[in-house]
């Protein structure tokens, strides 16, 4: 029974933390017009599948909320290494993918082509549109995110 709510309490923990920052990306963009990289959008995919796994974790029955618990602390895991990566982008320790800075929209004509890429911000990858203290917003990703995980881990792990 404890470990039970041990769980369920290390999901809410890992539901409330990486909602609040997936919160704090969209925030940025939509209230701070700072629109997103691919990097930026493959960290919002893993908090995405955190949220997935956290909200098992809280709700379902003991089994699925244990597994539950593992896919959210995998995601958190998942975006820790492409958060990582991003920051690796951003200093110039290696390069980014080919998509970084592209913009992907479909076109039918040159026409709707010229339009979209007048229309559409170029947001290159290894460009910090934000930091704290001299670390990037990628960079606080990675650090919030592998706290939630060890946090969550030692919440389920503790004995009564």
Sequence with gaps: MRRARNIRLAGLVILLGSGA??????????LG?????????WQRWAHGAVLAGALAAVLAPRPIAALGLAIGIAGLLCGVGIAIFHVGVEQAWWQGLASCGATGTPATSVDDLL?????????????????????????WNAIASLVLAIVATVLARRRA
């Design 115 to 139: 339009a979209a890429v007048e229309a559409a911000p170029v947001v290159r990858c290894g460009d910090v549109a934000w930091s704290l203290f001299g670390l990037s917003m990628a960079a």
């Design 33 to 41: 017009g700072l629109p997103p990289c691919e990097l930026c959008i």
């Design 21 to 30: 920052l997936l919160g704090g990306a969209l925030a940025f963009q939509y």
